[in-house]
């Protein structure tokens, strides 16, 4: 009967031994919470706990993880208790050997965790956000919820390791050297440039939030709850929020450009080795709302209370205003009362020339700006040329593929923003040939101003444009030709003309604003659309038109995929407007024509004048 009793017991734990060596095994579990972006309520400032779910669950590429060290010696102790329970003394020799060599195994376990170890090899890892978790937020409806593409920074031994990337519910990704002595760091840092980061080396980053006119970056943080296992390659995570979600209830009179305040910390710097977040301001603490009138929601981020802005401390186009008292802002907070931000007083923004042109039967009228825009490849920056007639390449280059011969980019190809927004190429400094690479939004149908703007080169922050985002924008074909055909006494207002320098002479064509009049008589001959001689300036004279609000659209030539031509001769300038899958319209002027509705080659170069509303 004992020996009958004493098989049974061994057949029991033989079987949860081996059920212990086959069976997932949950590390560290915890439930996650469905509680969206905030804590409880919208007066709730308190620290939201991280909730994070490690899961070590063993996958059908691991089986052959090695069981935990704890488990080992717990099932050693059980059989060896079993096996002790027979007198036999055969069984004692093995009971003695088996539960010697599991003993040892354990403990080697244990051993081998507690050691520091890199992997050099590069791991594939994969993260799943609880259940509620919310990242990306509408400037509009305040709605938030992950997209396809966000991406989340990872982080281990107080340096970054590697990215991961959202698609169809999950981030997936590579982590390279990652060391067992300390956790993974997942940082969802609003998908905003972070700039240059190298795995194994990189120790801390910044990135700016001042973009808020068509996504709104959430910055969000979680640690994973253990030390970094190499058997561990399925994790899952609640998301900390580390800033919070404010509404402003907006008024401008801009119909296009979006809404900028001024006094806020857009900037957030994160430390990988303390896992900290650090808050600051540049320019002037400016974000950029959505456009247009009624609630734009924000985010932003931990700082003290500001009072009431005063005029200038809001803006839109060529509009400016103030913004509201901002109450303190913390971590996971919701400010739900609407801010007012007002923007209703007409003025010259910084970048903008005086002289107001309609361009539409609506009486809706733009300003120029200073001077054709300019890109600088080496720090993807967009800067305009400060005098009208300037530019940057004065004589035909061969600038070389994707600009390798110069930084300096005058000719961008049609929807080269340097916003991600849709095309196949939208970096200014690409000189790919197609015209299906240079479809707007990714859509062969869509305009530049059909989508969210980012197509257009005036969406971006501009060095010597105010640098607030969404504040200019190119003409459609329409309104260029309303500026000259349509407009009160529009044939009296635009010829060609050149401006003579001390080093050259410029060509280009003038266009005089609305409100135009002469400076000195006989200053200008209109109409004149062949010969650039017959309205020719020294500086002085020409100081005296551009006081007055004349605007001049300087020979900046073309590019014709890596080589410029016609610089000093030919006037070429986008418009928002496409025609067909290949071309898009442009405004083109030269000795032998002058074709405001020129089509051309979405991949060519041509010039870009902004304005303003």
């Not at 969802?188 to 910044?206: E, I, P, Q, Y």
């Not at 004349?550 to 080589?563: D, E």
Request: net charge negative; glycine share 10%.
């Amino acid at each position: 009967m004992k020996k009958s009793k004493f098989k049974i017991e061994t057949l029991v734990f033989s079987l949860v031994f081996a059920t212990n060596l086959i069976v997932p095994v949950a590390m560290n579990g915890q439930g996650s919470r469905a509680d969206g972006f905030f804590t409880t309520s919208s007066n709730d400032y308190g620290d939201r706990a991280v909730e994070v779910e490690v899961s070590g669950s063993i996958t059908n590429n691991s089986f052959d993880a090695p069981v935990g060290s704890g488990l080992l010696i717990m099932t050693a102790a059980a059989i060896g208790y079993l096996l002790f329970k027979n007198r036999r003394t055969d069984c004692r020799f093995y009971t003695c050997a088996i539960v010697f060599s599991m003993m040892i195994l354990g403990l080697t376990q244990c051993k081998k965790n507690q050691a520091a170890a890199y992997y050099s090899d590069d791991v594939r890892i994969e993260l799943r956000v609880g259940d509620g978790t919310k990242t990306n937020v509408n400037p509009v409806t305040g709605e938030v919820s992950f997209e396809d593409g966000d991406e989340i920074i990872v982080a281990n031994n107080g340096k970054y390791v590697g990215k991961l990337v959202y698609d169809a519910g999950l981030f997936s990704g590579t982590i390279t050297n990652p060391s067992t002595t300390d956790y993974l760091h997942f940082y969802h840092l609003g998908n905003r440039d972070a700039g240059t980061l190298t795995a194994g080396k990189t120790t801390s980053c910044s990135v700016s939030i001042a973009d808020q006119a068509v996504k709104l970056p959430v910055i969000s943080y979680a640690p994973s709850n253990e030390m970094y296992d190499p058997d561990i390659t399925t994790y899952t995570a609640q998301l900390q929020n580390k800033c919070a979600l404010a509404k402003f209830n907006v008024t401008t009179l801009s119909p296009f450009a979006g809404t900028c305040i001024k006094g806020m910390n857009n900037m957030v710097t994160v430390d990988f080795a303390s896992a900290s977040f650090t808050y600051g301001s540049e320019n002037e603490g400016k974000i950029t709302l959505g456009s247009g009138c009624g609630v734009r929601w924000a985010v932003l981020l931990p700082q003290d209370a500001v009072g009431e802005g005063e005029d200038g401390s809001a803006f839109s186009g060529i509009y400016k205003g103030h913004r509201g008292a901002v109450p303190e802002i913390h971590e996971n907070g919701n400010v739900s009362e609407g801010i007012p931000v007002v923007a209703n007083e007409q003025f010259v923004p910084t970048g903008a020339k005086h002289g107001f042109f309609t361009v539409n039967s609506e009486g809706r009228q733009v300003l120029f700006s200073t001077g054709i825009l300019v890109g600088r490849k080496r720090k993807s920056t967009l800067r305009f040329v400060e005098q009208q007639y300037g530019l940057v390449k004065t004589v035909n280059l061969n600038l070389g593929p994707d600009y390798r011969n110069y930084s300096d980019i005058e000719h961008f190809a049609w929807g080269e923003s340097g916003f991600n927004h849709g095309a196949a190429v939208y970096q200014p400094w690409l000189t790919t040939d197609g015209n299906e690479n240079y479809y707007a939004y990714g859509d062969p149908n869509m305009n530049l101003y059909d989508g969210n703007g980012m197509a257009d080169w005036g969406y971006g922050a501009i060095t010597n444009g105010g640098m607030a985002y969404k504040q200019w924008r190119s003409l459609t074909v329409e309104e260029i030709n309303y500026i000259l055909y349509s407009r009160e006494n529009a044939t009296e207002k635009f010829a060609y003309g050149r401006i003579d320098t001390e080093t050259r002479n410029y060509n280009g064509l003038i266009l005089l604003p609305d409100d135009w009049t002469d400076p000195y008589p006989n200053c200008f001959t209109a109409g004149v659309l062949q010969d650039y001689t017959v309205n020719v300036y020294d500086l002085d004279e020409w100081a005296q038109m551009e006081e007055n609000g004349a605007v001049f659209l300087t020979c900046g030539g073309r590019r014709a995929y890596t080589s410029t031509v016609g610089v000093g001769l030919i006037g070429f300038y986008w418009t928002s407007s496409l025609y067909d899958n290949d071309y898009a319209y442009c405004l083109a002027f030269h000795s032998t024509g002058f074709e405001p509705m020129r089509l051309d080659d979405r991949s060519h170069g041509c010039s870009i004048r902004l304005v303003t509303e």
